[in-house]
């Protein structure tokens, strides 16, 4: 099953898929916080909504969210399952981005086209495949043997917006999402 990280019913929220130099749960929680939110201190206070937040908050936040992915030979995700099922694949999505609209452009789909949006849908899962398999090689070019994790968050608390907004993963290589 394919999970396309894009229409979906929390439009006020960010997904991010970031390379790890190695597994999460082997960083020091000194050393993400000084990754993540530029301290080690205690508490942070974010631009996005001038909140004063506990640096242990957030980490355990962090922490909570992270989910492994691993990458498959065509350049999508697939989720790190413990189970039997069909792993769903995952890929972030530009649903709008300029490429996929002069694809559409120069095959002549347009919005009042009823196959619009089943050839949208086709032609973002070949840009964001071709995306993604870039962005691999090049993460694996400077990090190496990379861990990949997925990170979904929304604004709707202090802490959200926090890791949301606030570029909390800049010094890592990253894919982003913005569903605002």
Not at 4 to 31: C, H, M, Q, W
Not at 91 to 106: A, G, P, Q, Y
């Amino acid at each position: 099953m394919k999970k396309r990280l894009g229409f979906v019913s929390n439009s006020s929220s960010s997904s991010f898929l970031v390379a790890f130099e190695k597994p999460l749960g082997e960083y020091t929680d000194r050393e993400l916080k000084q990754r993540l939110f530029g301290t080690t201190g205690k508490t942070v206070t974010g631009k996005y909504y001038g909140s004063k937040l506990d640096t242990d908050d957030l980490l355990r936040t962090v922490r909570c969210n992270a989910e492994e992915v691993k990458v498959n030979e065509d350049g999508s995700f697939s989720r790190v399952q413990f189970n039997f099922e069909e792993p769903e694949k995952v890929m972030l999505h530009e649903w709008f981005s300029k490429e996929v609209s002069e694809i559409l452009e120069s095959e002549g789909v347009n919005f009042d086209n009823d196959a619009y949006y089943t050839r949208m849908n086709e032609i973002a899962d070949y840009v964001a495949l071709k995306r993604n398999r870039e962005w691999i090689a090049l993460v694996r070019d400077k990090v190496g043997d990379a861990r990949f994790y997925l990170f979904d968050f929304c604004d709707h608390t202090d802490i959200g917006a926090f890791l949301e907004h606030e570029n909390i993963f800049k010094d890592f290589h990253h894919l982003y999402q913005n569903r605002h």
